[in-house]
């Protein structure tokens, strides 16, 4: 039972372009949403987080927009640099659980291109 | 400041046999959250300890136990152990009990081969 879905294993882009990851979600009870990036041999590092009373937040070359209507989040990195090639991962947090539980996706591996 | 450590950084097991998995949290923080991640999917929520005391536990058998110490480092214990149990098993503080997740830091993890 995926509650978190990252369909796409893999994105490849040219430096200086756009990134887009998407991830979709299926339990209501989602109300805070982030994004991980991880390298090999590193735990994963918070990227930037979205409550569910926005549709949008931005940080820097980071954007994440949420559709809550199509239970739809993504990503949106410009311009994509070398050093953003990593596995990214989707989480969500049903809060007001009493836990800091998060449900992560697959992941998706973005390979930036020079 | 010294991040989330865990320790050993690989293990390699046999079916059957027991492991202890160990962290140490950020200075200061009182949650820790263990998470495991099978090659290919994304980590996968464990426990949550606060203040010693279980805060919230995912869908895991009862072989798998953890437990925090006065001075808020975990163990995660895994008895009987699966060819499935193999996989990188993460380690994640936070100074909060529940809310505010992406104040969660994760450590480098523990790489757990089961043979």
């Known amino acids: 039972d995926q509650q978190v879905k990252q369909n796409s294993p893999s994105l490849s882009v040219q430096e200086g372009r756009i990134s887009i990851l998407n991830c979709d979600y299926t339990?209501?009870?989602?109300?805070?949403f982030l994004w991980y990036k991880k390298y090999p041999a590193e735990g994963p590092t918070f990227l930037i987080s979205i409550s569910s009373i926005k549709d949008k937040n931005e940080d820097g070359r980071f954007t994440v927009f949420l559709n809550k209507s199509a239970k739809h989040l993504s990503l949106h990195i410009v311009p994509s640099q070398p050093g953003d090639s990593a596995v990214y991962f989707c989480?969500?947090?049903?809060?007001?659980?009493?836990?800091?539980?998060?449900?992560f996706g697959q992941g998706t591996r973005l390979t930036i291109n020079p | 400041d010294a991040g989330v450590t865990q320790s050993p950084t690989h293990l390699i097991k046999t079916r059957g046999q027991h492991v202890t998995l160990r962290c140490s949290p950020i200075s200061g923080h009182k949650s820790v959250s263990w998470y495991q991640q099978v090659l290919g999917q994304g980590p996968q929520f464990i426990f949550q300890y606060y203040e010693k005391e279980e805060r919230g536990r995912g869908n895991f058998p009862d072989r798998f136990s953890a437990r925090q110490f006065p001075n808020y480092s975990s163990e995660l214990n895994v008895n009987a152990l699966l060819l499935g149990d193999s996989a990188l098993y993460l380690c994640?503080?936070?100074?909060?009990?529940?809310?505010?997740?992406?104040?969660?830091?994760f450590g480098p993890g523990t790489r757990l081969t089961v043979l």
């Open positions: 989480a969500a947090s049903p809060t007001g659980q009493g836990a800091q539980k998060l449900v």
């Open positions: 994640a503080s936070s100074s909060r009990p529940s809310g505010n997740v992406d104040t969660q830091y």
């Open positions: 339990n209501s009870m989602f109300d805070y």
